[in-house]
């Protein structure tokens, strides 16, 4: 993984503006709708003369955030109008399947929106997979002497015994507790949860001063771009298997906007250049009314990548 950044030195620098995706698994709220379109500019640089695409970002889900300003971008720059709509799970795949969205960058299967995909699949239709390496991981530091979860238990002495978590109503919490610690001999170890933010400051701690740590992560995630860590092996599967990143619009939204669709249908992103984007976004002390700044700089630093989007 690439060396930490400058900007990675002082932990008291960073922010995290949103809790980690694996939250939001767990407990979804009702939120209504949350337009964020209302500074969007558009460009007249495309043939699209001022569509307007209304795009949906799950709240909270930072790959799906990273990719979606990186589209909204992209699509103003092709003559696009983009309203861009925070919102959470369940109001966001009812928004898609009613029409009143278009499209939502950020489904992952075929297990943890498979309830919703079932739910609103007569409405919704797959566009296309632009990343399948996502998955839920326990990450060490590059250097611990450990390789899998099957060697945990026997370095227990490491690592003082301790794993530290995220939320302890998340999705990767339970999955940690119900399988990987009894899967794996993990019964006596201290499994402490509190927040993403704290289990990140506990990491940049340890990694400071040289010492070992297990923590309950999922990929992919900017972290490892930004920290010399290493996610261990789950040869028994105890969190699961490896999911597809994938976008899915209403069900009319490859007639009406066929461009739009087979350039989405298209996309792919590797994980070390969707975890470049999440720094740039995550790491630094970016609020979300200039994310669009900020993914504009990657943009220009990239700019062969994104004229490959567009054809």
Not at 98 to 112: A, S, Y
Request: net charge negative; aromatic share 10%; glycine share 6%.
């Amino acid at each position: 993984h690439s060396t930490p950044r400058d900007k990675m030195s002082t932990f008291a620098k960073k922010k995290f503006p949103l809790l980690g995706r694996l939250t939001a698994i767990a407990a979804v709220s009702g939120l209504a709708l949350t337009a964020c379109g209302d500074d969007v500019e558009t460009a007249d640089t495309g043939d699209a003369d001022g569509e307007t695409i209304e795009m949906a970002i799950f709240q909270g889900w930072e790959e799906g955030i990273a990719v979606s300003e990186l589209w909204a971008l992209v699509l103003e720059d092709e003559g696009y109008t983009v309203n861009k709509t925070y919102v959470d799970l369940a109001p966001g795949y009812s928004g898609i399947a009613t029409g009143d969205l278009d499209f939502v960058m950020d489904v992952w299967q075929p297990v943890t929106h498979a309830d919703y995909i079932e739910e609103y699949g007569d409405d919704i239709e797959l566009v296309g997979e632009w990343n399948n390496d996502a998955r839920q991981v326990i990450a060490v530091n590059a250097d611990a002497p450990v390789d899998s979860l099957e060697d945990l238990a026997d370095n227990a002495d490491l690592f003082d015994s301790k794993l530290v978590g995220i939320e302890p109503g998340a999705g990767l919490t339970e999955r940690t507790e119900s399988y990987v610690i009894p899967d794996y001999g993990l019964e006596d170890w201290e499994f402490t949860t509190s927040s993403t933010p704290a289990m990140l400051q506990e990491l940049d701690t340890s990694l400071a001063a040289g010492d070992n740590i297990a923590v309950t992560l999922w990929m992919p995630h900017w972290a490892f771009n930004s920290y010399d860590i290493k996610p261990l092996d789950d040869p028994q599967e105890a969190l699961g298997q490896k999911e597809n990143m994938t976008t899915f619009a209403h069900s009319e939204f490859s007639d009406t906007q066929p461009e739009v669709f087979n350039w989405l249908a298209d996309f792919k992103i590797d994980t070390e250049t969707l975890q470049d984007l999440e720094e740039d976004l995550f790491v630094a002390e970016v609020d979300q009314d200039d994310y669009p700044n900020t993914v504009r700089d990657w943009m220009e630093e990239n700019q062969e990548y994104v004229d490959s989007l567009t054809p």
